[in-house]
């Protein structure tokens, strides 16, 4: 069964804006951490954001930090990442995670975000 899936990725260009959307299913995600990652080629994989379970706190590293927001509807069991002001270095692979105390339970398919004129 399907629990976590991506979607909204593709091509856009730089200073452009899109939203990355991740539907979970089979777990309890109101008790869990939820997190993007992302990929490049030839990078290791990077934590870009992390929300916590009731939404109270969020997490970000500098090379997105004023750009990107997560967001999340327990409700909806879905978590978001609004991008704005895309730059070419934020191409790469984008995956959903779930955790509960640090430890991953799932990790999502991805879908590829490429920033290009």
């Known amino acids: 069964q399907v629990q976590l899936v991506e979607s909204g990725g593709g091509l856009v260009q730089p200073g452009g804006s899109l939203r990355l959307s991740c539907a979970a299913s089979g777990f309890r995600f109101s008790y869990l951490t939820m997190s993007w990652y992302r990929q490049a080629p030839g990078k290791e994989r990077e934590l870009v954001a992390t929300i916590t379970n009731d939404g109270g706190s969020t997490n970000y590293p500098d090379s997105v930090k004023g750009r990107f927001t997560i967001s999340r509807d327990n409700a909806k069991n879905t978590v978001y990442l609004q991008m704005n002001s895309l730059k070419p270095e934020d191409t790469a692979v984008y995956y959903c995670?779930?955790?509960?105390?640090?430890?991953?339970?799932?990790w999502g398919q991805g879908t590829q975000v490429t920033v290009s004129s």
């Open positions: 995670n779930a955790a509960y105390n640090r430890i991953t339970l799932r």
